[in-house]
C-alpha cells in the first residue's frame, strides 16, 4: 500500500486513524455482525453513535446550550438557499460580504427570496483581500449578516469576526471549521458541508442559534426548514448515517490530539512554512493580501506560466497529488486541512524548491 500526499481542495483528506478504524469496523461494526452502512438509522448503536457524535463536536467547539447541532444533506449550496428561506421573511434585507467566488453563489441564490444588500465586494482588487468593515455597507434593518469565513478558491480567510450589531451573522465554514477555536456565540449560524475538514461528502453540518429556528414561512419544503431538522433529531427522513460515523470518529480523533487548540497550532505552523517558503521564492508567488490569507487553502502562481503543466505532472509523481488550482484562478493551490500533515507540507516544499532550482 502506498498513500500520497493529498492536496485536494474537497473532497479531501482524512486522517489515517480515522480511515484505519473505518477499515477496521466496516464488516463487523459493534459486534452487530454488519457494517454501519447497513444498519438502521433507527437502531440503538446507531442512535448512540449518532449522539456522541453531536456531544464530541459540542465539546471541540465548545458550544453553548441555546444553540442547535444539525447533520443535514445537500452540501453548503442548499445552505445558500435554507438560510435565505429559514432568517428572513421574503423579501426583506439580507446582508452579504462578497470576498470571492462562494460568497457570490451564495448572495445569488438569496437573491431569489430576499432583498440583498450586498456590504463589501473585493473584486476590484481580485478577491484577494478583504475590505476594511470600516467601510462596509451595512443595513441594520437586515434579517442576517452572510460571510464566508474561508474562500477556498481564492484563499481568502478573516483575521476577524464582523460586529453585529444584533443583526446574527451567518458564517459559512465549509473550509475552515474546526481549524481553529472560535467563539460560536458570536455567530447566529454556521454551517459548513463536511468534505473539506470534517468527514466524507453527503453531510452538511449546521449550528443554529435557538431563536432563529421556527420563522420559516410554511410553505417551504419540510426537508428545507431547520425546524424540522430540530424536532427529529436531525432523523425525520433517512441521514447520511456513514458521513455521520465517520464524522464522528474524526471529532473522536481531534479530541485525541488535543483539541482545536492543539490542532491550530499545527495549522498556523503548516500554512507559515509554506507562505514563507513561496514569499522568498523566485517562481512561485501567492496574491492574497497577508492579513487575509488562508490558513487551509493556499493558491500559488507559477511566474513562469508554461511549466505549469510540467510541475503538475512531475509533483504528482513525487506523490503530492491535487495540486491543480481552480479553474476560475488557475496555477496551484494546495490545501492543509486537518487531515494533512506537517510532513507533508515539508514534502512539498522540498518538492517546489528542487523544482524551482531545476527551472528557474
Ligand atoms: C466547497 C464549498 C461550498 C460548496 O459545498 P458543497 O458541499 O459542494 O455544496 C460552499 N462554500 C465553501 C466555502 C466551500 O468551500
Known amino acids: 500500500m502506498s498513500r500520497v500526499h493529498n492536496f485536494s481542495a ?21 459486534d452487530s455482525g454488519m457494517s454501519v452502512m447497513e444498519a438502521s438509522h433507527r437502531g440503538k448503536s446507531f442512535t448512540h453513535i449518532a449522539e456522541k457524535a453531536e456531544s464530541d463536536l459540542r465539546l471541540l467547539l465548545d458550544i453553548p446550550d441555546n444553540y ?14 435554507m438560510v435565505a428561506l429559514n432568517l428572513a421573511q421574503r423579501n426583506t434585507i439580507v446582508d452579504y460580504a462578497i470576498t470571492g467566488s462562494w460568497g457570490k453563489k451564495a448572495a445569488k441564490e438569496a437573491s431569489k427570496f430576499n432583498q440583498v444588500n450586498i456590504v463589501c465586494d473585493s473584486k476590484d482588487d481580485n478577491y484577494s483581500s478583504i475590505i476594511d468593515e470600516k467601510e462596509w455597507n451595512k443595513d ?9 469565513e474561508n474562500e477556498t478558491i481564492g484563499g481568502v480567510e478573516y483575521n476577524f469576526t464582523p460586529k453585529s450589531n444584533n443583526v446574527p451573522i451567518v458564517s459559512d465554514m465549509s473550509s475552515s471549521i474546526l481549524s481553529r477555536e472560535i467563539n460560536v456565540s458570536e455567530y447566529g449560524l454556521i454551517y459548513a458541508g463536511a468534505q473539506k475538514n470534517i468527514g466524507p461528502a453527503g453531510l452538511t453540518l449546521v449550528i443554529v442559534r435557538d431563536d432563529l429556528v421556527g420563522q420559516a414561512a410554511e410553505d417551504i419544503p419540510n426537508l428545507m426548514n431547520y425546524k424540522t431538522y430540530v424536532d427529529s433529531g436531525s432523523m425525520s427522513n433517512t441521514p447520511p448515517t456513514f458521513s455521520w460515523y465517520a464524522a464522528g470518529l474524526v471529532f473522536e480523533y481531534l479530541i485525541d490530539i488535543g483539541g482545536l487548540s492543539a490542532i491550530e497550532k499545527i495549522n498556523k505552523k503548516k500554512s507559515e ?25 493556499i493558491p500559488f502562481l507559477l511566474k513562469n506560466k508554461s511549466i505549469e503543466e510540467k510541475f503538475l505532472l512531475e509533483s504528482n509523481q513525487a506523490g503530492l497529488v491535487n495540486l491543480k488550482g481552480h479553474r476560475s484562478v488557475g496555477g496551484m493551490r494546495a490545501s492543509i486541512y486537518n487531515a494533512v500533515g506537517i510532513d507533508a507540507v515539508i514534502d512539498l516544499i522540498t518538492f517546489m524548491d528542487k523544482f524551482e532550482v531545476k527551472n528557474i
Not at 68 to 81: C, I, R, Y
Not at 273 to 297: A, C, K, T
Request: proline share 4%.
Open 10 to 30: 474537497g473532497p479531501s483528506a482524512l486522517p489515517l486513524e480515522v480511515l484505519i478504524k473505518i477499515q477496521n469496523d466496516l464488516l463487523d461494526w459493534e
Open 68 to 81: 442547535h447541532v444539525l447533520f443535514l444533506q445537500g452540501g453548503a449550496t442548499l445552505q445558500f438557499s
Open 140 to 148: 441594520s434593518a437586515a434579517a442576517y449578516l452572510h460571510i464566508t
Open 273 to 297: 512554512l509554506l507562505y514563507q517558503y513561496i514569499d522568498q521564492s523566485r517562481l512561485y508567488f501567492n496574491p492574497v493580501n497577508e492579513d487575509h490569507r488562508s490558513r487551509m487553502n
